[in-house]
């Protein structure tokens, strides 16, 4: 079967990051199954075309651009194949998303063992960066959850990848950035959940310091952890913040909790302070600059949350994990430059002091994120993969319309404090960091990478605006 020629039929789509900060122009087509995927790849090597994926452009950078290519959207295949309610092992097809996961599951008492922020990623984005969520310490990635998955390679055949069957290849397909081949299926294990909700207790922290004790004492006995840093904070008050303990419940702990896995019982309320959701970011534009960012941190900092006796709250599984899902169209606030995000990755031993460099290091130059969000990681198996025995720190950005090199100016040298302190990047936050500089945190790991990458794609069929800024061909 061959498709219609691309570079006269296919749509040109404007494509974004979802920091609105990049954007370009590509080719797309939408195959609703695998004999059309194949048609589309044959079809774009006949007109040399080279191509990327995309699923629903939750990178925050240029991971799923590929300006003036051709892009091939996930979205067209969309079918869950099997769901099994007695095991939680789904099959499904590369366009179903988090979201799909969960309304699928949690009926059952099954949740997804890594979600991450938003319920919007599909499994193909999901897999190709090897997400991560607030659990990672203890869950590892979501690639530690795939059981198998197949692989569209460049000439139009399948394989099927799994921890025994071309068990490397699988290692390196899971975070793979999409440039091994089209994943166009995946089956997962989930998480068996006895209640629709988690039990959470938010802890107040005090410095920097009091954040990193706060989850090592308490990482042991925690399902989630995940903290909020205030950046604006300085002196003995830098990278203050709260934290978020959140558990499981079982049944007997929870005799109710069961009737909340029910979907009407739990999803996003429809408006905040009486004011639709849906219009939540027109609020917040006028106070997206640093003076109304430095309030707002300040007062999330010191507003108590609603608890109980014991410093608790409970809170359904969707709206824990999802919360920038509750404003939808959030990024617009930052206006037409959009922002970038920057998420350090460091190594335990070094995490401490490079994490308060880097806090020290934006505010002596003026460049303060409006959002800072703290995780503790695990190394795993897959052979591009981010995750490091150590810590992230994530850093919202908005790009200075009139002097946007303030910003790429201190994101190098965040960029140098990373590499000094012996950490590494992860490609779905990234729009900034150097080919040079994306060799030196994964040295061999990349060079073995690029290895297999010759040998699948040898003409470089699939690239994309990334694969290009970093030299993975
Ligand atoms: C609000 C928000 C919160 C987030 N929170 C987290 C978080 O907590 N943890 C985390 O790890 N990430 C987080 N992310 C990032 C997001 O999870 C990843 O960027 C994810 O990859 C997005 O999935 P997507 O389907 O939108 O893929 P896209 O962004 O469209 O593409 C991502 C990559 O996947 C590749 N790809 C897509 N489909 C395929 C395919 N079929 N075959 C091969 N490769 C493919 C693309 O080529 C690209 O390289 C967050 C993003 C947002 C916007």
Redesign the pocket.
């Known amino acids: 079967m061959s498709a219609a020629p691309l570079r006269a039929t296919a749509a040109r789509r404007v494509l974004d990051g979802?920091g609105n900060s990049l954007r370009s122009t590509s080719l797309s087509a939408r195959p609703t199954n695998v004999e059309e995927l194949a048609a589309v790849l044959q079809q774009a090597r006949e007109e040399g075309l080279n191509v990327?994926?995309?699923?629903?452009?939750?990178?925050?950078g240029d991971?799923?651009l590929n300006t003036n290519q051709l892009s091939?959207d996930?979205r067209g295949m969309t079918r869950v194949l099997s769901f099994d309610p007695a095991t939680g092992i789904i099959d499904a097809e590369?366009g179903v998303t988090i979201e799909d996961l969960w309304r699928t599951g949690l009926p059952h008492g099954w949740w997804p063992y890594v979600v991450?922020?938003?319920m919007?990623?599909?499994m193909?984005?999901?897999?190709?960066?090897n997400?991560?969520?607030?659990n990672c310490f203890k869950a590892g990635p979501f690639g530690d959850h795939v059981l198998d998955l197949d692989l569209m390679l460049a000439d139009g055949s399948i394989k099927t990848l799994s921890r025994t069957q071309e068990p490397d290849l699988f290692r390196a397909v899971i975070a793979g950035?999409?440039l091994l081949?089209?994943?166009?299926r995946v089956r997962l294990q989930m998480k068996k959940v006895e209640s629709g909700r988690l039990k959470v207790r938010p802890i107040q922290t005090h410095s920097l310091e009091e954040m990193f004790d706060c989850f090592v004492e308490r990482m042991p006995q925690s399902d989630y952890l995940v903290g909020w840093i205030d950046c604006f904070a300085g002196g003995a008050s830098l990278g203050r913040g709260l934290v978020h303990q959140a558990n499981y419940l079982s049944a007997k702990e929870d005799p109710e909790g069961r009737s909340l896995l029910a979907l009407d019982a739990q999803g996003l309320p429809p408006s905040i302070m009486g004011i639709p959701r849906s219009m939540m970011w027109r609020f917040m534009k006028p106070l997206t600059n640093d003076a109304g960012m430095r309030f707002i941190n300040t007062v999330k900092y010191h507003l108590p949350e609603p608890h109980d006796h014991e410093g608790v709250f409970y809170d359904g599984h969707v709206s824990f994990a999802f919360l920038?899902d509750f404003v939808p169209g959030w990024r617009n606030a930052y206006g037409d430059s959009g922002f970038i995000q920057y998420q350090l990755f460091l190594p335990d031993a070094t995490a401490r002091r490079a994490m308060r460099e880097a806090l020290e290091l934006c505010q002596r130059r003026g460049v303060v994120s409006y959002l800072g969000v703290f995780k503790r990681h695990r190394p795993d198996e897959f052979l591009l993969s981010h995750g490091l025995d150590g810590w992230s720190l994530a850093l919202d950005f908005a790009v200075p319309a009139g002097d946007p090199q303030k910003l790429w100016r201190a994101t190098n040298d965040l960029t140098a404090l990373v590499l000094e302190a012996g950490g590494t990047f992860?490609?779905?936050?990234d729009a900034v960091v150097s080919a040079e500089a994306f060799a030196r945190a994964y040295g061999e790991r990349l060079s073995r990478f690029l290895a297999i990458k010759r040998q699948l794609d040898p003409q470089t069929l699939f690239q994309?605006d990334?694969s290009r800024r970093l030299l993975l061909y």
């Open positions: 979802f990327s994926f995309r699923g629903n452009g939750r990178s925050y991971a799923s091939i996930n590369v991450p922020g938003t919007f990623p599909t193909g984005g999901c897999t190709a960066m997400i991560h969520g607030k950035l999409g081949g089209a994943v166009t920038l992860y490609p779905a936050k994309s990334l």
